[in-house]
Every structure is written in C-alpha cells, then in structure tokens.
C-alpha cells in the first residue's frame, strides 16, 4: 500500500515559524512592548493632579460626608433593585452581586457612622 504522503513529511528549512535565534525575537517583542505599555515607574512618577470639577465641601465633617455615603450606597442599591427585575440570567445575577457589594459597603459606612457617633 502506498502512503499519500512522505514519511516523515518534508519540511521547509526556512520556515517562519521557527526562529533562527530566539533571543532577538525576545528583543524585539521587549521593544514592541515598551514603546507601546507605559513602565510602572512612569506611571507613579506622574503626579495626580485633583480635579476641581466636582469637589466636595473642605468643611464637611467626617460624620456629614458618611451619612452622604450611606444614603448614597442606599439610593444605588435601590436602582440596582428596580432593574433586577427586569432582567433574566446571567445579567440578573451580576446585578445582584452588584447589590451585595452595595450593601457590604453600606453596612460597613453604617459601622463607621456608629464609631463616630456611638448610638445611645
């Protein structure tokens, strides 16, 4: 019986699937990657700059700008809520990890209200 191939199979000596030297495929895919990804380093040297768009009163108290927080996280959690019935499947279920997000937070913003103003 006669094979329809060869045996092994002819290969092409020049192919461009293997690298004659695969330390300068490194080097050029170490260039390719740092003239287009930013360092680490360059990122931390950058200094922020806050943005005074939205700012937030510098004479809030801490227990002012918490129960903001908390009343906050509340209204979001009660959106969440309103679209969650609407939705079926996978959508439904990340919005309600979402809502216990929401709600971990919550409560932990409510933890910290009663460290500031122990209730009675």
């Known amino acids: 019986m006669i094979k329809p191939s060869p045996n092994p199979p002819d290969t ?3 192919s461009p699937y293997e690298s004659p030297d695969p330390n ?3 080097e050029a ?3 390719a990657l740092d003239s287009h990804v930013p360092s680490t380093a360059d990122i ?3 200094p922020r700059i806050p943005s005074t768009l939205f700012s937030v009163d510098p004479q809030a108290t801490t227990e002012t700008l918490a129960v903001y927080l908390v009343e906050t996280l509340a209204s979001v ?3 969440v ?5 609407h ?3 996978g959508s439904r279920n990340a919005l309600l990890g979402i809502s216990n997000s929401i709600m971990l937070a ?3 913003a409510n933890r910290m209200l009663d460290q500031i103003d122990p209730p009675a």
């Open 87 to 89: 939705l079926d499947g």
């Open 24 to 26: 300068k495929l490194n």
């Open 81 to 85: 809520h309103h679209l969650v019935d």
């Open 29 to 31: 895919a170490e260039r």
């Open 106 to 108: 919550e409560i932990t």
């Open 12 to 14: 092409d000596p020049a």
């Open 44 to 46: 931390k040297a950058t």
């Open 77 to 79: 959690d009660v959106m």
